[in-house]
């Protein structure tokens, strides 16, 4: 009897550790699974509709809504006391039930967050942040006072001006010397965005400015400059950003990709020129089998599209994109309600 009292308290104890396993400790578990199979399929979903633009196919996001998981563990043991050989039973189950919800995102949510044009100020936050003024602007802006950037696309496509590329890198090296800051002025009318040039000793920083300011084609005495939405700017010293929609970002990341030959007649857009593939902010490959080392893959139409896992400046620009989508949502009308609910 007292070898089977024995193993009863070592059963209990067993069923003990293993409930100490769950409740708070699930939390350091459960919440990094779930995060990276949320950035995963983030990144796919996003390849995939980027694909699906290059051949002209309507891009398609479903939103993961809220993720609820819910757990339940048992054991029990018996046995009788009146003989050393009496039955003795032991049992368990343990219970995962995760919920999931999804939500398509379509109607106004769809406008907002995929085809209204990008507020300035987010630009320049992120400029602020210490992203590459290059990088940012080449992705996200339409023109600059007139100047246009690359665009894509079989009926708005166009080079960039060659003044603009020329302004991207006289921004960067700006931004890299720490004289360019901008901030939100409170009037009485009204917020206003204002960039600014500080005072730099250095003889390089100070032409870099005077070479911005001739191609935008602004005050060249002051260093002062109020930013806005729009085209043309209608003062000297109004910068104007047309900027564009994450819609529009996709259809400029969509002339990377690779399509196969067999597939040219099946595509939007003409085939992309090799000697601007380094013009491009990302190169989907394409393939036959599945890639093994890749940042992202989809398969489409019986093919492989994948984004290699070394490519820097394309995983750079979806990283972009999906802070960009994070960004432009704001508000807090539309979150998941709060579940609270038991672990076992």
Known sequence: MRRQISLLGIVGLALLAGCGAYGP????????????????SWK?????????IRYADMPVFLEVTSVVSQYEIKGDATA????????????GSYMERPTISYAPLTGEKFIKSLMTPLPP?????LIETGWPAEFILGLSVQAVNGLYNRAGGQMVAHPADPDFRTLLTSLTSIQQSGVMVSEIEKHDDGDEIVLMFREHPDAEVASEISSVL??????????????????????ENEIKFETRSI??????????VEV???HRAETLDAPVDPGSLNLLPVRVLSGEKRPEDAYAAIQYLNHWFWIDGHDVQSKRAFSFIQLLMNLSEGGTENRAPVLTLPTG
């Open 25 to 40: 400790k699930t939390v350091v578990r459960d919440r990094f699974n779930y995060n990276t199979a949320i950035a995963e």
């Open 44 to 52: 796919n979903q996003m390849l995939q509709n980027v694909v699906r």
């Open 80 to 91: 009788r006391a009146d003989s050393l050989l009496s039955p003795f039973e032991i049992g």
């Open 121 to 125: 100020e987010i630009i320049l936050h």
């Open 214 to 235: 001739r191609l935008l084609r602004l005050n060249p005495d002051s260093r002062r400059f109020s930013v806005s939405g729009g085209i043309c700017p209608a003062e």
């Open 247 to 256: 819609l529009m970002i996709m259809h400029a990341l969509a002339m990377g």
């Open 260 to 262: 196969p030959s067999k």
